[in-house]
Nanobody, 123 residues
Framework: QVQLVESGGGLVQAGGSLRLSCTAS????????MAWFRQAPGKERDFVAG????????YYADSVKGRFTTSRDNGNNTVYLQMNSLKPEDTDVYYC????????????????WGQGTKVTVSS
């Protein structure tokens, strides 16, 4: 059974930092491109950041470029999202997702999703 488990969310003041982790089990992690999405109530789930299966290429939404960094540790089946200079508009539930491919794919093509972790940024 495949599981993606996010952790690291919480409450932080604007300008602060958080690091999210997503640990996978039940799959060969190095075969999966991984991505982070976020979603507010009543809104679509939006792409935030992604990393290819080798960890060589990363991709970011314009809204987080220069502030967020994603990385992965294939030996520990974990992908990370380092979030710096957080803004109140970054408040959302953050999800990690995995796709059985090398590079990134559209949202609907991700095979597995985590349960989400809540990030709240206070002003």
């Amino acid at each position: 059974q495949v599981q993606l488990v996010e952790s690291g969310g919480g409450l932080v003041q604007a300008g602060g930092s958080l690091r999210l982790s997503c640990t996978a089990s039940g799959l060969t992690f190095s075969n999966y491109a991984m991505a982070w999405f976020r979603q507010a109530p009543g809104k679509e789930r939006d792409f935030v950041a992604g990393i290819n299966s080798y960890g060589e290429a990363t991709y970011y939404a314009d809204s987080v470029k220069g502030r967020f960094t994603t990385s992965r540790d294939n030996g520990n089946n974990t992908v990370y999202l380092q979030m710096n200079s957080l803004k109140p508009e970054d408040t959302d539930v953050y999800y990690c997702a995995g796709a059985y491919t090398v590079g990134l794919v559209p949202r609907h093509e991700y095979d597995y999703w985590g349960q989400g972790t809540k990030v709240t940024v206070s002003s």
